[in-house]
């Protein structure tokens, strides 16, 4: 069996997720990228995406829109603004979050924050039409 390292995903209010995870698939703001135990360490930002984890209870999806991921090689901690179960992602939720996205990106003032609200859109309505 694969080693386990400590996955911590944390919001501003609170500890989000606490589990031993065997691997957690990041979105990177430099691309993906795959954390096992005994990993390098690391800090990047995130970019709105999904992070994929697998632990002893299964897997679990988790929509991130931002944030920072830290990595050693015990422990990864994920700090993001908000953070959704994609499992619990009513049609509603996601199409909510598609309007304040494309809001973003129609008021972004430079390519920094263009670039982020068009990933964020993109993935959003990538996901919109898995719910479908």
């Known amino acids: 069996m694969a080693g386990t390292f400590k996955f911590e995903l944390v919001s501003p209010e609170r500890v989000l997720l606490s589990v031993d995870a065997e691997q957690v698939v990041v979105p990177g703001s430099e691309g993906d990228f795959a954390v096992l135990a005994g990993h390098a360490p690391v800090i990047s930002t995130l970019r709105p995406g999904v992070l994929d984890v697998t632990a002893a209870g299964g897997r679990r999806r ?35 979050e598609l309007k304040v996205a494309e809001a973003e990106l129609a ?25 479908a």
């Open 62 to 96: 988790l929509f991130v829109k931002s944030g920072f991921a830290e990595v050693d090689p015990e422990r990864l901690t994920v700090l993001a603004q908000k953070a959704y179960d994609v499992d619990d992602m009513s049609p509603t939720v996601i199409a909510d």
């Open 107 to 131: 008021s972004a003032a430079d390519d920094q924050s263009r670039r982020m609200a068009d990933t964020l859109v993109s993935e959003l309505k990538r996901l919109s039409a898995k719910a």
